[in-house]
């Protein structure tokens, strides 16, 4: 699946607090991929090479060469003081002036100025192992063993994705399944609100007032008592919707390129599209309700008869 949906999905999720089995949640720590990344580069122990902040940082799901520095999830590895309430600016006004004049080619230099910007102005290291972000195959491997398991095909799948998984109990099993294997939410402890941000990445909301927000939504939708999987799904959709939080992306954006991957090509799934178009739109208000009908943009975008623009 191409990285915009498989996102979508490990974006909305989070936690209120307790144990989360990790499933397929990958721990790293700054001194595991010190380690190994001076085993990959063949630097000497008491040696620092020249890329290997950069090294540590990728292993850390932090520092890509085409998007450069992820701050949310490189932040958790350091412990900034308790009576410390400039270390965020303090730490951005190094980066920015530190990389002023660094060229965009220059990633090493890039991703060594970052690591010694957080070393001296966000915190202590820690020693516990962090998130590392999901990498989009580690989460197109979460869904396709929940669709495996739980036998949805790709035509349900394209349904599904469309109506953001809220159409049937299928459905909700499904994205409960997900987020679970991602190690995102469980059934007593709620949504895992820290790791759901730390997937994000991004600096759009306030961590605080997310965490915030996320806690009354999520106490809301308890008290309306739907089994485990609607609950799932309802937390997911309405406490941290498209737009809620770091790095989210619009649901239209995501839906056409990675169920036309699923499906085989966009010319395919266009086809599929118009196909079904006499049957999505009625059908979808009467299995999920008004309120979770497709979102306008998607019938203005993928379902309307425009679509056929698209076919050569």
């Not at 958790?76 to 920015?96: G, K, M, S, V, Y």
Request: glycine share 6%; aromatic share 8%; hydrophobic share 35%.
């Amino acid at each position: 699946f191409p990285s915009k949906l498989t996102f979508l999905i490990t974006f909305t999720v989070a936690a209120v607090s307790g144990e989360f089995p990790n499933h397929k949640v990958v721990l790293k720590s700054l001194q595991e991929v010190e380690f190994e990344c001076k085993q990959y580069l063949r630097i000497p122990a008491d040696a620092e090479g020249d890329c290997e902040p950069r090294c540590e940082q990728i292993l850390l799901r932090a520092w890509t060469d085409c998007h450069g520095f992820r701050s949310v999830p490189f932040g958790r590895h350091f412990h900034p003081d308790h009576a410390d309430e400039d270390f965020l600016n303090r730490t951005q006004l190094c980066l920015d002036a530190a990389l002023e004049d660094v060229l965009e080619e220059e990633v090493c230099c890039q991703s060594s100025l970052a690591w010694q910007c957080y070393r001296d102005q966000y915190g202590n290291p820690r020693q516990v192992p962090q998130l590392a972000p999901m990498p989009d195959i580690l989460v197109r491997s979460t869904v396709e063993d929940c669709a495996r398991l739980l036998q949805i095909n790709d035509l349900e799948l394209t349904l599904y994705a469309l109506t953001r998984f809220d159409v049937n109990d299928r459905s909700h099993r499904l994205l409960r399944c997900i987020v679970i294997r991602q190690g995102l939410y469980g059934d007593v402890e709620g949504p895992n609100v820290d790791r759901m941000f730390v997937q994000g990445g991004g600096h759009e909301i306030d961590e605080n007032s997310f965490r915030e927000n996320a806690r009354g939504c999520v106490e809301y939708l308890r008290r309306e008592c739907h089994d485990n999987s609607t609950l799932a799904t309802r937390i997911v959709n309405y406490c941290f919707p498209p737009g809620s939080g770091p790095g989210t992306i619009a649901l239209v954006n995501t839906v056409f390129p990675v169920v036309s991957s699923m499906i085989g090509s966009v010319h395919d799934f266009v086809r599929i599209l118009r196909n079904l178009d006499p049957l999505l739109k009625p059908l979808v208000p009467i299995l999920a309700g008004p309120q979770y009908a497709l979102n306008p943009e998607i019938h203005n975008n993928l379902l309307d008869p425009q679509v056929d623009s698209l076919i050569p």
